[in-house]
């Protein structure tokens, strides 16, 4: 049968004999022995431990008591003599007890903390007095299985005063059944609690079993606020409207409020704010503003303006230009100009133009006296060209006279020795006629002398004469009338022309 966990149960058995008579029970041990044995599926089928107690009936049954303390299902075994009976074993379903609220517990982020606009929770989980789940439901909404299961619980989420007390309780809280399967047929009993905040501050969150609560005060639960808005961040101060300027510089500035997507304040830095003073005249240059994280969810904001003018002031959450925009940016922003120092400006735009034109008419006596000197420069340069052109054509020409000197001298010296040659020549020739004559003379005494000679030897011998002709041969006479002619050479003489 099914039993609640920590119910007494009992099994009676009827002895026979052997032809299926009635018999008076036997005692336990002695005729026969009952043995218990259970099977729980979420132990993986661990044997367990029950303690059991017989009695006697009066109509002689065998009543044996038990009395499970877990859940799950039992197999009751019956042996009598060592023989296991017929209709055992018998089966038992144990289901959990009643809720016992010293049992229960709450857990889960949702009761550690949350984020504005972020859904947070957390499982209540219903136990027995045993520690047992208290109830085996299905998924779905809990309020359903609650009234069902006759299981009085409530959630109580409200905002925290500041002087401690309660306020508004928090609406929209969600409880759903999620039985945690752990075995065949079975799921342990918890229920989701998810509520979403959507205000900064702190929540007092209380669960209540049975009219008992579950925390002996209320979980204090802090709400921080969610990413920052730039929709929803607030830009204050006199540095968002124009002004009159104050001489030369006039330094504005503002203060940066950042909220989240619930109009709830940061409370935190580290927002990547940028800004930007852009004039509306596009020779005029963009002022920077300076920001300054005060680490507590506001920033500090400056600028110094030095020019008057129009100007757009734009504010923005991450880069200019490409991030998000803050409400009410770009605000418009005009400086009008301070009327002493428009006087004091236009006394010094005068005097800057006196100084122009004074510096300009410098600079022109400057680029003339320059262009003065530099023509100077230039006559200086060409003179010193013309020179040393002229120095170069009077020693080019002295080079040429030089040459020609050189040149005639040779021509004359060469004169002088060719004269000399040719003087030398004549009296070479002159003493080759002088030797020649000479020669010729002497050889014509000698013709002369050799004829005489042969004269007298023909005279003094009779029949042979010689003769010398001029031509320089010697003819010879025989007796016999023949002649003889042969070259005639001189004898030399002592002492004469080698």
Not at 123 to 143: H, T
Not at 316 to 328: D, H, M, P, R, T
Not at 387 to 401: F, G, H, N, P
Not at 443 to 458: F, Q
Request: glycine fraction near 10%.
């Amino acid at each position: 049968g099914c039993h609640e966990v920590g119910e007494v149960a009992s099994v009676w058995v009827r002895c026979r004999d052997i032809h299926g008579n009635a018999t008076a029970a036997p005692k336990t041990g002695e005729a026969g022995e009952v043995s218990v044995s259970a099977r729980i599926e979420p132990k993986e089928g661990a044997k367990i431990t029950v303690k059991v107690t017989s009695e006697v009936e009066k109509d002689g049954r065998l009543r044996f008591f038990f009395s499970p303390d877990v859940v799950g299902s039992l197999e009751v075994r019956v042996t009598v003599g060592g023989v296991e009976l017929a209709t055992s074993p018998i089966e038992a379903s144990v289901v959990p007890g009643a809720v016992d609220p010293s049992k229960c517990f709450a857990e889960g982020p949702g009761l550690e903390g949350a984020k504005c606009g972020d859904g947070a929770s957390f499982d209540v989980v219903l136990r027995d007095r045993f520690g047992n789940p208290a109830l085996d439901v299905k998924d779905g909404y809990a309020s359903e299985f609650v009234e069902s299961a006759n299981i009085p619980m409530s959630i109580a989420i409200f905002e925290t005063l500041k002087d401690g007390g309660h306020g508004a309780r928090l609406s929209g809280v969600d409880v759903s059944s999620r039985g945690i399967q752990l075995g065949k047929g079975y799921r342990e009993s918890a229920f989701e609690v998810f509520y979403s905040a959507f205000k900064t501050g702190t929540l007092s969150v209380q669960v209540t079993v049975r009219g008992k609560p579950l925390f002996p005060t209320p979980k204090k639960v802090v709400v921080s606020a969610g990413p920052t808005s730039a929709l929803y961040s607030v830009a204050s101060g006199d540095g968002l409207e124009g002004a009159g300027m104050r001489g030369t510089a006039l330094e504005r500035s503002f203060s940066l409020e950042a909220r989240d997507d619930f109009d709830n304040p940061t409370a935190r830095g580290e927002d990547a704010w940028e800004a930007r003073l852009k004039p509306a005249d596009a020779k005029t240059k963009t002022v920077a503003v300076l920001i300054s994280d005060q680490g507590n969810g506001t920033y500090a904001c400056s600028y110094t303006v030095s020019q008057a003018g129009a100007y757009s002031l734009e504010i923005w959450l991450g880069k200019v230009g490409s991030g998000q925009e803050a409400a009410g940016s770009p605000f418009a922003v005009a400086f009008s100009p301070d009327p002493k120092e428009e006087v004091r400006r236009r006394h010094h735009q005068q005097e800057a133009r006196f100084e122009r034109e004074k510096l300009a008419k410098e600079a022109r006596r400057t680029e003339e006296a320059e262009r003065r000197d530099r023509e100077a420069a230039a006559g200086l340069e060409r003179e010193a060209a013309h020179q040393e052109e002229r120095k170069r054509m009077e020693e080019a020409k002295q080079e040429r006279e030089a040459a020609a000197t050189v040149r005639r001298a040779a021509e004359a010296e060469q004169k002088e020795k060719d004269k000399a040659e040719r003087l030398a020549e004549r009296l070479r020739k002159e003493e080759q006629v002088r030797r020649r004559a000479a020669e010729e003379a002497e050889a014509a005494r000698a013709s002369a002398a050799e004829n005489l000679r042969l004269l007298e030897a023909r005279r003094a011998r009779p029949g042979s004469a010689t003769s010398r002709t001029s031509g320089g041969f010697t003819v010879s006479f025989t007796g016999d009338g023949s002649t003889r002619r042969e070259a005639w050479t001189p004898s030399p003489k002592p002492g004469g022309d080698k």
